[in-house]
């Protein structure tokens, strides 16, 4: 089982990214994934999440309305497109996955409940 997270760099406050998390060895189209984040002296935070039957996006309030999240089987892979981006989403950003099928919400304030966590990918907003 494997989650590689990729995408991050250096953008000027108001920009966008996109960051990547490519899963293999395991089933993905039954799996719940999701995003979190680390920023440095902080704890980790559930970003968003996104679940496996209906692909239904659930979202922190910090992000709400910037960040989008996206899923393609296929290519097993979760997208999350960050726009209007500030300083304080400056943190190593993170996916995981979960069997999880009902109450995906929960996932964001649980992230006890994910597995496999990636090595992380550093996005870092300038002023």
């Known amino acids: 089982v494997q989650l590689v997270e990729s995408g991050g760099g250096l953008v000027q406050a108001g920009g966008s990214l996109r960051l990547s998390c490519v899963a293999s060895?395991?089933?993905?189209?039954?799996?719940?994934i999701g995003w979190f984040r680390r920023a440095p002296g902080k704890e980790r935070e559930g970003v968003s999440c996104i679940g496996a039957i209906d692909g239904t996006p659930y979202y922190a309030d910090s992000v709400k309305g910037r960040f989008i999240i996206s899923r393609d089987n296929a290519k097993t892979t979760v997208y999350l497109d960050m726009t209007s981006l500030n300083t304080d989403d400056t943190a190593v950003y993170f996916c995981?996955?979960?069997?999880?099928?009902?109450?995906?919400?929960?996932?964001?304030?649980?992230?006890?409940?994910?597995?496999?966590w990636g090595q992380g990918t550093q996005v870092t907003v300038s002023s």
């Open positions: 995981a996955f979960s069997w999880r099928t009902s109450n995906v919400d929960i996932l964001l304030s649980r992230p006890d409940l994910l597995a496999s």
């Open positions: 060895g395991f089933s993905f189209d039954d799996s719940a």
